[in-house]
């Protein structure tokens, strides 16, 4: 069986190194905000390019805080896409805010900034760019349109760590950036872990406080918070992984290459980078009108896929009540897009023998 990601083979590669950081970690019995989690913000915002970091309990958690920390709620509007994993929307809704969708560019799944300016109303408070399977967003376009209309910009980088726009790492671009390390990202921990990196003084020590109750000293609650944080085997962890972020991320980069170079690509559309971005591959995807059947077919050669994401977040049932989106190329792509497996530890004949049984298999696009 070829897996969509595999653990096991992850583990034989760091699993000295692994068993020796976690082992020191129970050694020390400090697990909750001790010196593996303050040098991992230390060099995880540093390896970003910012000024603070913050580690959250998830990246669902650090989107929620990063709207919250803008005054962002009751009926105020942000903008953003809805082909993109449920977090990235419910956490406008948690904070009582409006999701306003903007349709994708085919070519990248990344938002279309053609088509942002003529969603910004009164109500418009900040834009949600979301630098989708490892291709950046187009962070220039939306940070002059923030900048024109006095809009905050968050980054979602939940699946682009390591990835390059113009020279700069995302998460560097916006006023606050978000990261999940859910354990198959490509930095990824063995659990739930989030990540909030930013440049503002006033914005971080806010941050700071919400996280841990609201508590700007033991015992001293200046608002209403939460208990958002990331533990220290999580972060020794990271601290691990980190290192091989960009190793992992070039081998990404090589393996996609040779599913770019064998793929029929009159039969598949593979996916297209911009000659201004390093994209890191979180997800190889591709497009075929004839996705379920050769989902299935796969599956029958033992070849692991997956979807993200069949349902677009507007169709979801939970966002039954907003009024009707025009969005035809994210409802066009969720009926065609199928995601390969992609991770650093796939064999080179493995991707030949996928590239083989879809060449034999797929039908024309056209």
Known sequence: MIKFFD??????????????????????????????????????????GTKYGLGVNSGSDALFMAIKSLNIGEGHEV??????FMSTVDAISRNNAIPVFVDIDPATYCMDVSKIESKITDKTRAIIAVHLYGHPAEMDTILKIAEKYGLFVIEDCSQAHGAIYNGKRVGSFGDISCFSFYPVKNLGAYGDGGFIALNDDVLFEKLKMMHNYGQ?????????????????????????????????????????????????????????????????YHLYVIRTSNRDKIKEYLLKNNIQTMIHYPVPVHKQ?????????????????CNEIISLPMNPWLKKHEIIEICQILNDYGESNE
């Open 79 to 84: 903008i953003s896409v809805s082909h993109t």
């Open 317 to 333: 049932n939970a966002y039954s009540n907003l009024i009707l989106q025009n969005l035809p190329n994210t409802e066009r792509i």
């Open 216 to 280: 700007s000293g033991k015992n001293q609650h200046e608002f209403v918070g939460l208990n958002s944080r990331l533990d220290e085997i999580q972060a020794a962890i990271l601290n691990l992984k980190l290192n091989y972020l960009d190793n992992w991320n070039n081998e990404r980069n090589k393996l996609a290459n040779i599913y770019n170079t064998l793929l029929d690509g009159n039969k598949y559309k593979i996916p297209e980078v911009k000659g201004h971005v390093k994209h890191v």
């Open 7 to 48: 653990f096991k083979r992850e583990y034989s590669h760091l699993n000295d190194d692994l068993d020796i950081v976690i082992d020191n970690v129970l050694k020390s019995g400090n697990f909750i905000d001790g010196n593996e989690l303050k040098r991992f913000e230390s060099q995880f915002s540093q390896y970003i």
